[in-house]
């Protein structure tokens, strides 16, 4: 069963950071491309970043490149996002996301497992 | 960027009828849409990828089609579990866009 587990969400104040991190099981973590995608709470869906299976390909959506990064250790089976100058705006539960592709040297972008989210708060 | 609508935004059925949504694309995207169900408190899951490619364990009463611009999700048979709200999302180009999204509920 694929699982995929977020953490490291929380309050933080304007200007501040976060490294959220998701951890990987049930699949070959190695083999597909991983996402962040946000939801402020009843509202809709925005992918955040995505990297490759070999971190060869990495994107972010405009409103936060350059202050955010993803990065992935895939011994760990692990994706992190740090983020930095946190604004009120970037709030929302940020989803871990799997690609469905393997080996997809592009992110794809087709989303097939999702964890459960972790909250982010900024806020003064 | 690929800027990607959805109508309607909520809709009212009764268990049994048969639904439609729509998701209409800025630019042609060929056959680059997934569609996923949210229910609150729950994580979206993936039900059609590539317009109309069923993704599994997704109960058959679900299809998809289009290309293009134009895509619709069919629910044939609406059951008490697919009340929840709907996106679309294009998979064609940076950065992958959704759909606002259809809330379905019941009438």
């Known amino acids: 069963e694929v699982q995929l587990v977020e953490s490291g969400g929380g309050l933080v104040r304007p200007g501040g950071s976060l490294r959220l991190s998701c951890e990987g099981s049930?699949?070959?973590?190695?083999?597909?491309?991983m996402h962040w995608v946000r939801q402020v709470p009843g509202k809709g869906l925005e992918w955040v970043s995505g990297?490759?299976?070999?971190?060869?390909?990495?994107g972010y959506v405009d409103s936060v490149r350059g202050r955010f990064t993803i990065s992935r250790d895939n011994a760990k089976k692990s994706l992190y996002l740090q983020m930095k100058s946190l604004r009120a705006e970037d709030s929302a539960l940020y989803y871990c996301?799997?690609?469905?592709?393997?080996?997809?040297?592009?992110?794809?972008?087709?989303?097939?497992?999702w964890g459960q989210g972790t909250l982010v708060s900024v806020s003064s | 960027d690929i800027q990607v609508t959805q109508s309607p935004s909520s809709l009212s059925a009764s268990v049994g009828d048969r639904v439609t949504i729509t998701c209409r694309a800025s630019?042609?995207?060929?056959?680059?849409v997934n569609w996923y169900q949210q229910k609150p408190g729950e994580a979206p899951r993936l039900l059609i990828r590539?317009?109309?490619s069923l993704h599994s364990g997704v109960p058959s009463r679900f299809s998809g089609s289009g290309s293009g611009t134009d895509f619709t999700l069919t629910i044939s048979g609406l059951q008490p579990d697919d009340f929840a709200t709907y996106y679309c999302?294009?998979?064609?180009?940076?950065?992958?866009?959704f759909g606002q999204g259809t809330k379905v509920e019941i009438k």
């Open positions: 996301v799997k690609d469905f592709t393997q080996y997809s040297s592009n992110l794809n972008g087709d989303f097939d497992y």
């Open positions: 049930g699949f070959i973590f190695d083999d597909y491309a």
């Open positions: 990297i490759s299976w070999n971190s060869g390909a990495i």
């Open positions: 630019h042609s995207i060929m056959t680059y």
């Open positions: 590539a317009a109309s």
């Open positions: 999302q294009q998979s064609f180009g940076p950065p992958r866009t």
